[in-house]
């Protein structure tokens, strides 16, 4: 069977983050976190589920970097709880978190596996969320306070430097619709912290710079695909419109050093733009080494006057086959988007930082199964999911797009953030209760991507 090839050097990998998997919330020191209060709140989860065991990594991370061995990927994508390292936040560092992402990182490189580090995946010390969070311009220094200290504890034992993940589902999610933690509802915070966020990341970017830091350093967006509902003149302009909120607000300043204009009049006319300082779109618009690009699927966008919380856009899902989140199933988006990105922004390098599926799956007994293993998940909707992915990524490449990764959502099932856990994306299937991992069948397909460095024509559409 004919084969989608990728370049020698191609940079596998899987993908995690603190809250969700590592548990162990009381331990070593370790600070309470915006998650850890929201998640105990009555009715914001699932189930009223909460990060406090997970996937119990904090003391479980030598048998899941074994798994990751045995799936043969070189690349291993975390993130570093910042209550762990300062349990209020600034002030005294406590040695034991730090020395939990030591352990792991040696355990990293015994293996052969190259570590990404992301220094937020929204789990602020709620110490403080109680001084104002992310609407406070002053949480933007104190994270960079954060990361320069653990850039240059961790010197050298790192590979890429993530400084953000997905600052709009931040400053949206956790601040407009007030789905995520902290639970806030109001359109001109949330704007207010998109800044905060980009602005951190950039002082954060200016201090590894000025230390000298070995490896390479950016950040991720999750970008949604936009299209429009109809042809019509108002479902066009609303596409335009949500791609602005979506993607550009964040895209223009990290690349173009300002803001989109066609967004910044409209949030000026209804008085929620942000307060930017002299300076400041210096400071986001810094050069990156990378671009962290997460994608799952598209949005389309009609006309609704009544949708204020996205500036008049009602978004809508496509009519494709959907995941177990109710998101559809759109590979030829990613496509699209990387080279979109690529046209228009030409980053250095880009990474498929997270790309993943969640389905329903069931964890059915077997005997004389491979390796000798008494458990199963026959996931074949996630193995198609993730081969016409990895094939449309593949056909960007050969469209000149630089890009050097993928890492696959996610190594384990887990705590999905408002969700519990009621959803899985794991190619490692997590028996909660005994915590005990089994390999799906796509962890197998995985397995057999990495060796090869190729997919199928198959996967082709």
Known sequence: MARMQFPAGFLWGVATASYQIEGAVAEDGRGESI????????????????????????????EDVAHMARLGVPAYRFSIA??????????????????FYRRLLETLHAAGIRPFATLYHWDLPQALQDRGGWANRDTARWFADYAACVMEKLNGQVEGWITHNEPWVVAYIGHVTGEHAPGLKDMRTGFLVAHHLL????????????LGLKGEIGITLNIQLVHPASEREDDLAAARRLDGVFNRWYLDPLFRGEYPADIWELLAGV???????????????????????NYYSRTL????????????VR??????????????????????VLTGIHQKYKPKKLYITENGAAFPDRLEEQRGGEDGETYAVHDRERVDYLGRHFYQAGRAIEAGVPLAGYFVWSLLDNFEWAFGYTKRFGIIYVDYPTQRRVWKDSARFYQEVVAEN????????
């Open 199 to 210: 602005l951190s990341h950039g002082m954060a970017l200016q201090a590894f710079r000025q």
């Open 82 to 99: 910042w209550p762990r390292i300062f349990p209020n936040g600034r002030g005294a560092l406590n040695q034991k978190g730090l020395d």
């Open 271 to 293: 008085g929620v733009a942000p307060a930017v300082q002299e300076g400041d779109l210096q400071l986001i618009g810094q050069p990156i080494d990378f671009l962290g690009i």
């Open 315 to 336: 978004m809508l899902s496509g009519p494709g086959p959907k995941t177990d989140m109710g998101w559809e199933i759109y590979p030829p988006g990613i496509y699209q």
């Open 301 to 312: 966008a009609a006309h609704d006057p009544g949708a204020r919380e996205t500036l008049g």
């Open 35 to 62: 998650w850890d209060r929201f998640s105990h709140a009555p009715g914001k989860t699932a189930n009223g589920d909460t990060g406090d065991v997970a996937c119990d990594h904090y003391h479980r991370y030598k």
């Open 454 to 461: 190729a997919v199928d024509d198959r996967f082709a559409e």
